[in-house]
């Protein structure tokens, strides 16, 4: 049978046997009238005021988006968001763009995130830089002692509105919500101690755990301490459709949005499999390696010690460059070497939560990749196996061996499987 991967812009089709197990989100048509349901979700607030009501003239907005590695349909929800903030001055409104420890984004990224119509508008556009200290204020510690470094013009707005899109994290159980504050508009400190071995190597650290996951608890606290006034939360479906809108009280819209997202994303399977195919649910998730390792973590919670997991992921914006995720990768020449570095006392450097993550999954299994911008040597480099046809790579590893379960998750992490 056919079966189409999520891979860059325009997808891959992949030839591949009929008793293969195909595990998909439950596909959910995007909303005949998204803006209508934007607009309805906006004045019929969750546990809040209507956003028009509730922003006075005079008082400076700030708002939180997300960054170029996710597939928030911003462009579409910012002009509604801002026809209902028009008794507001454009100069009063600021953009945050979260990008957490992530590159700026570029004129043209912003552009393609945000649309003509926002740009015209003429708010104050931010790309988020936690590396500036000069731009970042400490507000206090979390009960268990991370300091709270948040952007200091995010922090001088007198009405702040978060923008998230909800779906399963790897780490921090669910995107959206909370982390549109931290990580997204954090300082390097703080993300690192949220982001440290011991917490990302806790096992409630993890796909669709909120409550009692260390890294979300957390992330949910210094949102309390710091918190936003007003929250729209979305999710979408494998066209990038909006399937739900969720607008009010952050904490309440954030959970009615993951509740909606669990249902329809993660999914139970009876044991393991042999060999998992997977993908990082295409452009602009799988904008690079970095990221890609959430499609491997998603194959990785189904595929048996010693299996085999074969990951398309473009990788347009190569491992990247930027960041040290590529640094501390090629450091060592085994997953085990990576895993003992990391883990190793007083080791604090910025990415190690990717490798970390990464190394893991190789222990456990074998991971092929398909890419069209990483050689093969920088492939290997990462403790990957390169493979120019996964058609070929997979006919090659059902050959080994009479019987071989196979699963393929075409749309990565926008699914989530997991041992019943």
């Known amino acids: ?119 015209e508008h003429g708010c104050q556009i931010v790309n988020h830089n936690s590396f500036d200290k000069n731009t970042l204020t400490n507000i206090g510690t979390t009960s268990k002692g991370i300091p709270i470094y948040l952007n200091s013009a995010w922090l001088l707005t007198d009405f702040k509105i978060t923008m998230g899109f909800v779906e399963p994290h790897f780490f921090a159980g669910f995107s959206g919500g909370p982390k549109m504050i931290a990580p997204g508009l954090a300082g390097f ?27 979300h608890d957390a992330i949910r606290e210094i949102a309390s301490i710091s918190p936003a006034d007003f929250s729209i939360e979305i999710t979408i479906n494998r066209d990038h459709e909006i399937t739900s809108v969720f607008a009010g009280n952050q904490s309440e819209s954030h ?37 890609a390792v959430k499609g491997m973590s998603a194959a990785s919670q189904i595929v048996r010690e010693g299996g085999s997991i074969i990951c398309a992921a473009e990788c347009s914006d190569g491992m990247p460059e930027h960041g040290s995720y590529k640094e501390i990768l090629l450091s060592e020449n085994s997953p085990e070497a990576l895993l003992d570095l990391i883990e190793g006392p007083d080791y604090n450097r910025h990415d190690q939560w990717q490798v970390q993550i990464q190394a893991k999954i190789l222990m456990k299994s074998n991971v092929y990749l398909k890419t069209d911008y990483l050689s093969d040597r ?9 493979i120019k046809s996964i058609e070929s790579t997979l006919q090659g590893l059902l050959n080994q061996q009479e019987k071989k379960t196979v699963c393929i998750l075409p749309e990565g992490p926008q699914t989530i499987p997991y041992i019943s």
């Not at 979700?41 to 708002?63: C, D, E, F, H, Y």
């Not at 959970?255 to 993908?279: G, H, I, L, N």
């Not at 920088?378 to 390169?386: G, I, K, N």
């Open 1 to 119: 049978m056919i079966v189409k991967l999520a891979y860059g812009k325009t997808g891959l089709s992949i030839n591949v046997p009929d008793n293969t197990t195909v595990i998909q989100p439950d596909y959910i048509p995007g909303l005949p009238d998204a803006a209508g349901a934007i607009l309805t979700a906006i004045r019929n607030p969750i546990s809040a005021t209507p956003l028009r009501m509730s922003v006075m003239p005079g008082q400076k907005v700030g708002i939180s988006v997300c960054d170029i590695t996710r597939p928030m349909p911003s462009k579409v929800l910012l002009p509604i968001l801002l026809r209902e903030l028009s008794h507001i001055p454009s100069e009063d409104i600021t953009i945050f763009i979260a990008t957490g420890t992530h590159r700026p984004n570029s004129c043209q990224e912003i552009k393609e995130m945000l649309g003509r119509e926002v740009l």
């Open 189 to 215: 400190e703080t993300i690192m101690n949220l982001h440290n071995s011991s917490m990302i190597s806790n096992p409630k650290s993890i796909w669709g755990v909120t409550v009692g996951n260390p890294i």
């Open 255 to 291: 959970r009615a949005a993951s509740r909606f997202t669990r249902k329809t994303a993660m999914q139970k399977v009876e044991e393991p499999f042999d060999v998992v195919v997977t993908t990082n649910s295409g452009y602009p998730l799988d904008i690079n390696l970095y990221q």
């Open 378 to 386: 920088e492939v290997r480099q990462a403790h990957l196996a390169p």
